[in-house]
């Protein structure tokens, strides 16, 4: 908020160094000063515009840098892009936001062996705040194997009371690799059965 210290940044916004011109528009995203937000929003639009996927995939990483959930938006165009190495990007950047909003489209990049690995840590980052859109994946009919194996080990990696009420709802799933993973997630969470279970 000093205006020196501003006066200092902004040139930044400028460097050929990318790591300083990352945190230097991620710093001012975050600053809340509205002529600081302002310069760095207008690069940073200049970036998700960009026809370049380097430029895009810096924006995700701005994005997940600068940790502001109200900034979705952008992310999710993102999350969408053509260019596999961009989406990976903002699979990253949605595991830093943990925005609600960006679940859904990290949970559809599960299906993609490109971009499967990074949505998986985005979700396992997300932790409890991603369950709900978890347990609503898990009880989407007609979902790709493959990804219900992958949503079981991630409410598994995340543990917690909650993720093992999610996994116990699955545990009459009929296809039997599927169950194999659930009961896995459980263990993992270090569910005991009781007697009525």
Request: contains cysteine.
């Amino acid at each position: 908020g000093d205006a020196e210290v501003l006066e200092q940044v902004y040139p930044h916004l400028e460097s050929l160094d990318p790591h300083l011109r990352l945190e230097t528009m991620a710093g001012l995203l975050r600053s809340g000063e509205i002529e600081g937000t302002l310069a760095a929003s207008e690069k940073l639009i200049a970036l998700l515009n960009s026809p370049s996927p380097a430029e895009r995939a810096f924006a995700a990483q701005v994005l997940g840098e600068a940790g502001v959930r109200g900034f979705y938006r952008p992310l999710l165009r993102l999350l969408r892009d053509d260019d596999w190495q961009v989406r990976r990007s903002a699979l990253a950047a949605a595991g830093k936001l943990k925005s609600p909003q960006a679940w859904p489209a990290v949970i559809e990049s599960l299906a993609s062996p490109k971009t499967r690995s990074a949505a998986v840590a985005a979700l396992a980052a997300g932790g409890s705040g991603a369950l709900a859109e978890l347990k609503l994946a898990l009880s989407g009919a007609g979902r790709d194997r493959e990804v219900l194996i992958r949503l079981a080990r991630i409410c598994g990696r995340i543990g917690g009371d909650e993720a093992i009420a999610v996994l116990k709802e699955r545990l009459d799933y009929p296809d039997e690799e599927v169950r194999a993973q659930v009961l896995a997630g459980l263990s993992q969470c270090g569910y005991q059965a009781v007697s009525r279970d």
